[in-house]
């Protein structure tokens, strides 16, 4: 999803992932640390760190990739607005029914019909939920769908032929052709959203309710009054529209000068349990060594140590906090912008990105500047947690660190070095031995890559690269830019608008909501989450065959096609953060790999 900070961005994952950047431990003393505070008692505030420009922006649950994210997407909307089918299950990214708005679909029509049967659940109005809330959500994507960060062509809802619903607690789905049930649960049901119909379809603040999204000019009206009413974040505390919500818990307090945000428990929510503290407050921060600063007072019961202060464990263990690395249902990549006039022919040729790849020591990186809360990436499917998805082939790691054999592929293509030592093409062609379609004679091997700023872990990762680059005769300038700009860059091109930059690295991308990773949604042609533009047909064959085969076979084919093919520059995928948890706070492990938090379970001690 993109996916899309701490060490938390988003999805992309879906989310966009970031990074924490690096702090200096301070000295001053912990307060408040080991027995348990007697005002910890029922109704007790816990306060959840916030990373430096990652914070809760976006509220209404139908937004676009620059509004989605870890804190944005998981640990804010979906607190307030419940999917239809909820995944996270013991700390796997797992079907969960019970915590789901509905029962598990049945089948019918040779798997081309499903039929949702909802459950007894209710709005924080009193008002139940019904098939209408469903049929709303639809309505609004199918209008906008342009603006929903898990759109991909010919999927949900392209491939829907009709839909309807016989009562309040049905609702009946037909689609084009008969999918996996396990990719139409996972990928497709997973994204629907039920939405309050009955006081959000409206095309103003002065308009009556109607039935406006059952019209595409109408839902799109509607689209465009609710995301205009997102965007003022002075009123998400006080606008009624954000007051009607199913989940565990609702908006109190909102500062959007700085995101900071309080939350208090839904007495309507429907699901179980209930939450028993009082007040979540989600604390942002400005800078890390700030967020520290609060563990270190006492006044943080759920934070985090960025990677690079790893050995500071040791002390918060001994001063009453349990720390843990959250995994992370995700993969980490720089994406190469194959729209670039003059150096998109140099990124579509396999044998270069195979070259690059050979040139990323992973296994250094994660050592040297991730203190080891890191996992390989090799492929489209995560290495961990652990998953029946990963293949031998995948698990081998087909390209490792060879520097020497990266230089020979570029030079048996048609690569040497000029008088400025630089690597350029010196036989144009497509022939054998030559440099690939659309490389001119003289081009060199000279580009840049823009990453997310303030991480001292990314600045290490890329100068690294630099330099193993710069010896082959490969120069890459690096540039830095916030997360939210690097996002920017990355996604505002098509391969009808191409732009100017080469490279781009904001962090990488979780599966979520579409938890199976079959990597349509990123390396799809024309996938919202695409953002260098990779396209290859017998790629799109293979992702097209893991929406409709039953089994594994179909997934592994394509994860085993997108980890030969390199769509992106694979690099190592780090913890979603390193958790610093106060050890009177209970029921928060295990630690959701999509980023979902639960404080619906969580207890203080003296509770």
Not at 579 to 587: D, E, I
Request: aromatic share 14%; with cysteine; hydrophobic share 35%.
């Amino acid at each position: 999803m993109i996916g899309f900070g701490s060490w938390r961005p988003h999805r992309p994952g879906r989310r966009l992932l970031m990074v924490a950047g690096a702090v200096t431990l301070l000295a001053a003393p912990l307060a408040g640390c080991g027995a348990s505070n007697s005002s910890t008692t029922k109704g007790a505030t816990v306060t959840f760190a916030l990373p430096p420009d990652s914070t809760s922006t976006y509220i209404f649950p139908l937004q676009g990739l620059a509004d989605a994210g870890p804190v944005d997407d998981n640990q804010f909307q979906m607190l307030l607005y419940r999917p239809l089918y909820w995944f996270g299950l013991n700390g796997r990214p797992d079907f969960n029914e019970a915590l789901s708005l509905a029962a598990a679909p049945v089948y019918s029509n040779g798997g081309r019909t499903v039929t949702i049967n909802l459950k007894s659940w209710q709005w924080s109005d009193g008002k139940p939920i019904t098939s209408r809330d469903v049929e709303f959500w639809i309505n609004e994507l199918k209008a906008e769908k342009a603006n929903w960060y898990g759109y991909v062509p010919g999927a949900f809802p392209d491939n829907l032929v009709s839909e309807s619903y016989p009562t309040a607690q049905q609702v009946v789905l037909t689609f084009d052709q008969a999918y996996s049930q396990q990719w139409l649960l996972y990928n497709e049901l997973s994204q629907i959203t039920p939405l309050p119909q009955a006081s959000w379809d409206k095309t103003s603040a002065t308009s009556a309710v109607g039935n406006y999204d059952q019209t595409p000019a109408g839902a799109a009206a509607v689209y465009n009054y609710l995301n205009g009413q997102a965007k003022v974040l002075t009123t998400y505390d006080t606008n009624p529209l954000w007051k009607v919500v199913d989940g565990p818990f609702r908006l109190q307090t909102y500062n959007a000068a700085n995101a900071y945000t309080v939350l208090v428990p839904n007495s309507n929510y429907s699901g179980t349990p209930k939450a028993t503290i009082g007040k979540l407050v989600e604390q942002p921060f400005t800078s890390y060594p700030a967020e520290l600063n609060g563990l270190r007072s006492g006044t943080i019961d759920y934070g985090y140590l960025p990677p690079t202060e790893v050995s500071a464990g040791s002390y918060f263990k001994s001063h009453g906090y349990t720390v843990a690395s959250w995994p992370t249902w995700g993969i980490a990549y720089a994406v190469y912008n194959f729209t670039n006039p003059t150096l998109g022919p140099v990124f579509k040729q396999l044998y270069f990105r195979q070259a690059l790849q050979k040139m990323v020591d992973q296994s250094q990186y994660i050592k040297e500047f991730w203190g080891g809360y890191a996992v390989p990436t090799y492929g489209p499917v995560p290495l961990a947690p652990a998953t029946s998805y990963l293949t031998q082939y995948e698990r081998s790691n087909p390209y490792p660190y060879d520097p020497a054999a990266a230089q020979k592929i570029l030079s048996s293509h048609g690569w040497g070095k000029n008088s400025q030592g630089v690597l350029a093409c010196e036989h144009s062609g497509t022939g054998s031995g030559e440099c690939g379609a659309g490389i001119a004679q003289g081009q060199v091997a000279s580009f840049s890559i823009l990453y997310t700023s303030g991480n001292e872990a990314y600045n290490n990762q890329m100068a690294a690269f630099e330099s193993t680059l710069a010896q082959a005769g490969i120069q890459l300038t690096l540039k830095q830019a916030p997360f939210g700009d690097v996002e920017a860059a990355a996604f505002g091109c098509s391969s009808g608008s191409p732009c100017t930059w080469d490279m781009a690295w904001w962090a990488g991308w979780t599966w979520d909501p579409d938890y199976l990773p079959t990597a349509g949604e990123i390396f799809h042609t024309g996938a919202g989450g695409n953002a260098g533009s990779y396209s290859n047909s017998e790629a799109d064959q293979l992702i097209t065959a893991e929406h409709t085969q039953t089994g594994d076979q179909a997934i592994e084919a394509a994860e085993n096609f997108l980890t030969k093919d390199l769509p992106v520059l694979y690099l190592p995928q780090f913890s979603l953060q390193i958790s610093v948890v106060k050890n009177s706070l209970h029921g928060w492990q295990p630690q959701d790999p999509v980023g979902n938090i639960y404080p619906q379970n969580w207890t203080v001690s003296g509770q």
